[in-house]
């Protein structure tokens, strides 16, 4: 159920830690991680440990596909204890291993820790390099469990894990946020840039880290704030602890977040991504007005969007499609032979809606361009008599090295054309993309990372660029 | 997947006749399959046959679970040959065996048949004991079988199988869309009152049946016309012939495909449901006009009522939810202890979009009540200052007896409360439900079923009712 | 775990009637059924039901695979009842499918029944024929349905289901052991011939019917008798009744139940099995004498007729063979190329034991002669100077229809070639079957079916011979 | 399928390295694994290198279960590769997780390793401490994490695998008989003392190593020699070198492997297993003779040791149970109700072969004592006038800290009571032990380690004495 256009979602974290003895967290990670579920659908892993019982013993159950599928009641009610770690993972086709994922579980002469990780290291080849060279040894590919490796590397010469997870954090580069479980303690890390969001929540006794505010609030908690960028916090019976040292005046919040990977219903750093959806529907609707009769946008992520648009323009905001959302992992693609089935499986035109009707269409990406050519087909063969096509974020034309995973530029159309091409080869009316100095208006005035677009990274990458493997 | 507010779905069918010698319709079934899930998603299954190899022999495949879990590459490879039928069956909680899934394949001294049908027989008990006093025996207990035994042993007084099928539908009693294939031709009937929907379709040289025109479209065929109530089609090598010996001259269309079962991009006899929503929307602002700020839907169906609410009212129409829908048939439903968790892991709230608002809602029902209840205090709470309650249909009192699975008397609030008592009891600042003389027109002057909000059946079930299996 | 030499096994029955109000007998056929395995590793099932509950209610589960993998702990408990039925399958690859697995259950006018039977009728095709212009509509191509309908069909014409048994039987011309449980008896019957084996037991209150004694004594049980060629037993909360009324003079029981299909700790019709081998060997220890140095057995069934001919001829009885016992159901042949590690994988030469000696090897029979060629191969490799073969049952040379899975004729070594041919073929230095004249007395003087060998059928087969589907 | 008595098997280790640049050497481990399956049923893994890739690719599955049930012919496929190793692994209950199955794949610095072992650590505790002071981080709690982690850590100080093997191994204490693979090469090590076996192999171009020379007959190759204890072999393209500099004067194969863990068709030290069991029954016939009318043995192992007796004693040598090979490891255990079930399930009496006979009984050992006893209560039930038990090894007396999974000392029979108690606790008309002076004679006057028996360590093993988890 990833999105029509094409781009690839990422992970998501949760953590709890009730103070009370109180045994049902696995339970709760199992409702936080199905409320994450957008961010990750290839695997998943629950770790969950008693601060009341013998130290640092961890319960873990991880495997491949949605969290209804890897968590069975069976499963669940061995995940005992009042403290845990969850994870949900997207990966490239190529890594999804089941040595790969998340949490990473460790034993060590300091203990125990599991450690969940959503972001993406630059320096990991690097990093893994130095610590190779120390001795370590690793079980997998990914930069997650190099990133975990050096915590534990760290601990073994500082008194207490929070100094640990600081001292590693301060030798990575990259993008990450992160919670850390230790026999006693679960700590939260957010990159000195906040490319990666994390917030922190609170249900009875009980502290929450999330990806996102919406896990918080689906198992009943409130959110209590947003970790800040290069925030560390420490959850401990005998309070929170902040530590800001590893903070950075400069700024770099993934745009993305808001365009289309975050959840509607989350708060990121306090900002709503449906305010922030609505906000670049109405730039694009004083950036590029036209005279229509409706305004609609593409599942899920251009819908807000195209109600933003219809907002400012004052065109009636409508439904143009129908998505199938019993199209899941297992599912049998049309092969060559059937390739008019393609997307009409996934999205279908409501023709009365459309018929006779001049469309603006947001969607909140071009990729290949492909699905876009096809939904403007389907949306003229319903009787469209234009479509105008607005796209609420910039067009592509960098790398991401920090998790989002962007085609290759030989398949980004943005890399090869013009917007004038693009409007052509989609077979649109009209084209229009988000502009750059609209982006961080649409984030509430927010420091944002605008690298794909830019080619103006938020930290010196170059020498250290690896495989990019995602968590 | 199933709708927010409680009311079940129920069951669909395909079935394709390749006059060409193409040994895809396994294939081409799954794809229709997948574009009917909606319809039911307890159980499904395919039955192909080769007309050009010897004669009735039959391949099938039927399991427990969505289209895309019950079929694998392997399993949908042996299902080659061009004449095919296929099911997706929901079905209450008690009934959801792997014997009573469909296609339902039957040998007898005239060959095979596989037979797959919508719908509910209020006479299959008398029926059943007839057949049983004849010999039948049966593997099941639904009502399905005894439909499908009843044709086969009318085969054998009579010369071909379109006779027994009309021969048998003569006796049977209730609602019924049904595709039975034989070694060589794929009939389809519509109960003479219409109450369920069916109809034909072509790609290429392949003739389709389907109990919705998404299907058609989804698999990139065209749809040739809705089969009538009543009617009965033969497709074979020579053409399609039609027998409208069944007709009468009343017709009872069940008005709930329109409000709710059917896609809002499927046309029911010819009127698109996508306008039949948008219609009752409108008819709602006219009967209960209110001074709003946001007009919205309860996911799915109430979203489009909610449309046409706004269009006729000239309130904004937005969006107030994020539906979760990886929530599948296997998830760990959240129990007492967590009562909190319950509605909200389905569905959440866009604080933003509603902050604030005088909000009209849109639902298609109240059954219970709960939901309705839940959803409003989730409204509240997030800042909508009022919340109007719309609902796109008359008040359910009187119990079904074609196939829609509406709980009992006892748990259906409007049974038991008035309109008034129930705004009260959910919370809201105002309801309306869409008046009976609105139904007609919703279906654009169709003759509509409308017995459970009006206890008038369109057929003498006096005596008759049986125990109300699904198909 | 099938035998080496490639004669495949057939089915096993199992019935159990608790006379208390006892909910255990789910439990106790799954044991029953564990101690059948030999008999059918394809596919089993349980049927159960309360006698003292509602009537005619029964649960059951069935599916492909061994007992161990059909049945966990929690299908085990929903089969709560009294009494019950049980199958274990054997089936060719052809006949696999699940509609095939037994108990077959039906629902008709008078209640409900189900069937388990092991068997072949040989006038099947016949009979469904006749059933079939009766009206008759069948949901498998297996003869066991045809039987169990013709039982149903009866009872529309009868008092009770004992009579429609019968009276069905009587029409049935072939081999069957069957077990009808009816909501409130079980009935066992055996065909006139006694072609296949059916013994009676009890335990506490509970009365057993099994295809053999080891599955009485398995479960805690004894013996009580065989029950006889042609007799019907009906168990009742009133008494066990007999009724001899198929009974025919004639006898003719398998006598491969001796040779090979059964246990060698069951006693089929009061003769041990293992009695029965011991004979066969003393007999070609009689018939083919030659000096030698050490008698062993090609294992299981060969071992125990060695040891006949080694207390006949005074060469000392020992092992030569290490057989695999962890080669199941899903082990992944070796191919083409991997020929060598073929028999192998199952079957290895105790080097140690045989180099230098002269062997006697007795096996059960040959049927394609390749795998005996292969363990002479391999004896020989290990330094054996000398492998005389004895075969403890006579050369095949006719097919049977009473459902021994016999390969077709162009396959049967023996049907092309002369002992002195195959000694030479298979790499033997002498090679010697067991004589005619000498079953009987194996079977301890009763008389038995030796068509496979003679050609002489202890029925009428002209005319009636079906597609020979095994059960 | 594990012994009658109660004695638990341990691990198999397999290694192949086809030096064509052939890809089928995962099929090859699996034929392999499954000769070697007696040695461990809980889980198993397969790891494949390509030395004519890119370097240090592996490829691996593992899983919990049989050869046949973890592997299927789609994940065998994906195991390409010239080079690899493969596992069997039996567990105590505790460690069972997937966590813990071999093979251990690690990436470090040099490049990447695969690593199989059986065997138990005795100072596996110690050197855990020492590596994670040193930094070291582990995934699990088995020692053979600790040995494949010490080896890349010393590869770190050195210019070739093979020396970081040796070093590492200089550091451990216990036994192990262990293969590692690395980019080029094929390391087979066995422990100083000969505690567990290892041998070498050859089928044409590929080079084997294997626990027992059974897994290289049944692969097509040929035995060449065992690996000496203390012997490390490394295999290349460039040839195959050995270096002894592990070894010591004073060797402890485990006698046990003769008695009952190795398969008969296996020669371990170029001793036939078969030969050693029949020269155990020998002494025992010499030690404890009886007048008796037939010597049968207790599946598997206690049989060959019957025939020695018989041999020597000239009683005569047969068979008195049949053992239930279908019984696997999913069965659902008889609970106390049903007590009597129990052992009847997996083994049960030929009468006809022990009626009215005095019996020798061979079993390899008596742990608890129960089983002993129900046997010798079934045999007299059915008939056998006298039940003299001779046991093929000594009493158990001592914990084995090498990897025989001996119950603790309060549950062991021997240690509580003397021989004569025993006989009468367990219904025996007599019973004799092996005498501790014919150990060694069994192995053909190798040096034997008899701890169990005696308490004679070969190694000091004060204060090292660990959890002593299995592999």
């Not at 034993?107 to 959503?118: M, P, R, S």
């Not at 984030?443 to 930290?459: I, K």
Request: negative net charge.
């Amino acid at each position: 159920m990833s999105n029509i256009s094409g781009l690839k979602e990422e992970c998501g974290v949760f953590g709890i830690y009730d103070l009370d003895n109180n045994q049902s967290v696995g339970r709760t990670i199992y409702y936080g991680l199905s409320a994450l579920q957008h961010r990750g659908q290839e695997a998943c892993g629950i770790a969950v440990s008693d601060t009341y019982g013998p130290k640092g013993n961890i319960e873990y159950h991880k495997g491949l596909g949605l969290v209804n599928e890897v968590f069975s009641k069976e499963t669940l009610e061995k995940l005992d204890g009042n403290i845990g770690v969850g994870h949900v993972r997207y990966s490239t086709s190529g890594g999804g291993g089941i040595e790969n994922t998340q949490p990473i579980v460790l034993k060590y002469v300091k203990g125990t820790l599991a450690f969940v990780h959503n972001g993406n290291l630059v320096n990991a080849n690097r990093l893994r390099n130095q610590l190779e060279w120390g001795g370590a040894i690793f079980h997998s590919d990914v930069d997650s469990e190099v990133f975990a490796y050096h915590i534990a590397r760290e601990r073994l010469h500082t008194d207490c894990i929070e100094e640990a997870v600081k001292n590693a954090s301060k030798d990575v580069k990259g993008a990450y946020a992160l919670v850390v479980m230790s026999p006693r303690k679960l700590i939260g890390v957010r990159d000195p840039y906040g490319l990666k969001p994390l917030c922190l929540g609170k249900r009875d006794n009980a502290y929450i880290l999330a990806s996102e505010s919406c896990a918080i609030n689906a198992v009943g908690g409130e959110v209590i704030r947003d970790i800040e960028p290069g925030e560390m916090v420490t959850i401990t019976p005998e309070g929170i602890f902040s530590d800001m040292s590893l903070a950075t005046t400069k700024k770099a919040r993934c745009v993305f977040e808001y365009i289309y990977f975050a959840r509607a219903d989350s708060k990121i750093d306090n900002v709503s991504v449906y305010d922030a959806r609505i906000s670049a529907g109405k730039a694009l609707a004083r950036s590029y007005p036209v005279e229509a009769d409706l305004v609609v946008g593409v599942p899920e992520s251009g819908i807000i969007a195209a109600k933003g648009y219809a907002e400012e323009s004052g065109i009636p905001f409508g439904l143009a499609f129908y998505k199938n959302s019993y199209i899941g992992r297992t599912f049998i693609k049309p092969d060559q032979s059937e390739r008019e089935i393609g997307v009409k499986m996934k999205l279908s035109v409501l023709e009365s809606a459309v018929k006779g009707k001049r469309i603006v269409m947001v969607d909140d990406s071009i990729v290949r361009g492909t699905t876009s050519a096809n939904i403007i087909k389907m949306l003229k063969a319903a009787g469209a008599v234009e479509v105008h096509v607005r796209i609420s974020s910039p067009p592509f034309l960098h790398p991401c090295y920090f998790g989002t995973d962007v085609p290759s530029n030989e398949q980004l159309i943005a890399h090869k054309h013009t917007p004038e091409e693009i409007c052509k080869i989609i077979g649109a009316d009209s084209l229009g993309y988000l502009k750059i100095e609209d982006l961080s208006q649409m984030a509430n005035g927010l420091e944002v990372c605008h690298a794909c677009f830019t080619g103006d990274y938020p930290m010196d990458i170059t020498g250290e660029i690896n495989s990019s493997e995602e968590k």
